[in-house]
T-cell receptor, first 110, second 117 residues
Framework: RKEVEQDPGPFNVPEGATVAFNCTYS??????FFWYRQDCRKEPKLLMSVYSSGNEDGRFTAQLNRASQYISLLIRDSKLSDSATYLCVEMDTGRRALTFGSGTRLQVQP | EPEVTQTPSHQVTQMGQEVILRCVPISNHLYFYWYRQILGQKVEFLVS????????KSEIFDDQFSVERPDGSNFTLKIRSTKLEDSAMYFCASSEVLAVSFSYEQYFGPGTRLTVT
């Protein structure tokens, strides 16, 4: 059974802080990885895809470690608007179904 | 920016009734999906649809569920005889089919909250 595991949090951080989330996955055949954010009772919104070489988009950096089967997301200079649940997501090779983790809740405080 | 739209935003139905949830995927996307999220739980895959047929489905997607693309823009999920446990948020998503790129990014609609009483 494929699982994606995340620390549910909440992570309570002050504005301007740097925060990191990790996620582990059990499916060694996983092909693609993503971070989505989800606000309360809203749809998941794609934050970024995670590439083997790691990738950065503004204040957000994602890393993939295939050997250890974990993915990380780093948020620098946290804003109040970053408060949300961050979902770690994987997709199996040859398939398109996404497997979601249960999410890590971030609360950025003023 | 193009987006996935869904109607209705909230549907209340009685147990045993049929419901149809509607989605309009992003216009140049060719892969369509339905997911559901029971309150307080993970987002779960139901089904994917490509080239007018189901390409994958999960064990949740049993004979009570069906999908259809009735015209060039809509994509629907039908639940034939709703049960209390079908109460959830149902999300439609779509993605491109890119021959060269390996991008499989899926974009989600705002969801339909289904309440079965």
């Amino acid at each position: 059974r494929k699982e994606v595991e995340q620390d549910p949090g909440p992570f309570n951080v002050p504005e301007g802080a740097t925060v990191a989330f990790n996620c582990t996955y059990s499916n060694s055949a996983s092909q693609s990885f993503f971070w989505y954010r989800q606000d309360c009772r809203k749809e998941p919104k794609l934050l970024m895809s995670v590439y083997s070489s790691g990738n950065e988009d503004g204040r957000f950096t994602a890393q993939l470690n295939r050997a250890s089967q974990y993915i990380s997301l780093l948020i620098r200079d946290s804003k109040l608007s970053d408060s949300a649940t961050y979902l770690c997501v994987e997709m199996d090779t040859g398939r398109r179904a996404l497997t979601f983790g249960s999410g890590t809740r971030l609360q950025v405080q003023p | 920016e193009p987006e996935v739209t869904q109607t209705p935003s909230h549907q209340v139905t009685q147990m045993g009734q049929e419901v149809i949830l509607r989605c309009v995927p992003i216009s140049n996307h060719l892969y369509f999906y339905w997911y559901r999220q029971i309150l307080g739980q993970k987002v779960e895959f139901l089904v994917s649809f490509y080239n007018n047929e189901i390409s994958e489905k999960s064990e949740i997607f049993d004979d009570q569920f069906s999908v259809e693309r009735p015209d060039g823009s809509n994509f629907t999920l039908k639940i034939r005889s709703t049960k209390l446990e079908d109460s959830a948020m149902y999300f439609c998503a779509s993605s491109e089919v890119l021959a060269v790129s390996f991008s499989y990014e899926q974009y989600f609609g705002p969801g339909t909250r289904l309440t079965v009483t």
